[in-house]
């Protein structure tokens, strides 16, 4: 875990439920840009704390100068807590990304990024093509619940999408991706990860990388492997898992 203001917060849906969450942010800067993390598919052990999402929100504020938002969806239990209310199958989940939204109006934060992994993808492609959105980043997507009307609303935004494909992914190997991609989203950039499976295992580096690259390009990647912060009294290597 590399330096960070990191905050426990809590994001209130319209329809009344409280979801569980934290803000990362840079320690001595203010934020290049801001990542709203939507987790893989909680009836399969998807949440906040997902191998990826914890490595982004440790690693990146220091790394990068992101702010790192991630939450649990309704009915989402990790360490952090347990969101309120009931997994709804991709349909009520539409009020939880419009509060994670809200929460970054609210504080101001730049730059907003939507970065989805397996059901967080469906998420933000039915939910998340909203004017303060600059784009987003999808893991591993399997395009169970999202339709292609809302690949055609993203394309018609003209809103960029980054599609990371792991070659041996069992939901949709790179080769459907960049057919249902490039059919309903043209412009989407669809990257695949050789050796790699839908959960991404042993891919964090290269795939904290591709984010980075997406939402703040001017930040050059690879990103470091090894921290030696101001504060730090020894190098700290970056272990990959």
Known sequence: MLPARREAVTLRTVDGLALVGELALPVDREPLATLVLLHPLP??????????????????P???????????????????????????????????VAAALAFTAERGLPSVWLVGWSFGTDLALMHGCEPMVQGAVLISPPLRWSKDEHLRTWARAGKPVVCLVPEFDTY??????????????????????PGAKHLMVGQAEEVLDAIVSAAVPEVPTPLPRTWSGPHEQ????????
């Open 62 to 96: 220091a790394l990068a100068g992101l702010a790192v938002l991630r939450f649990n969806t309704r009915g989402t239990v990790s360490a952090a807590g347990r969101s309120e209310g009931e997994f709804d199958h991709a349909v009520g989940e539409r009020l939880d």
């Open 43 to 60: 009836t399969h052990g998807g949440m906040m704390d997902s191998h990826l999402y914890r490595k982004a929100a440790w690693r990146l």
């Open 172 to 193: 949709l190997p790179p080769a459907e991706a960049r057919r249902r991609f490039g059919e309903g989203i043209p412009t989407a950039d669809v990257i695949d990860f």
């Open 234 to 241: 020894h190098q700290v290597t970056i272990v990959t898992s």
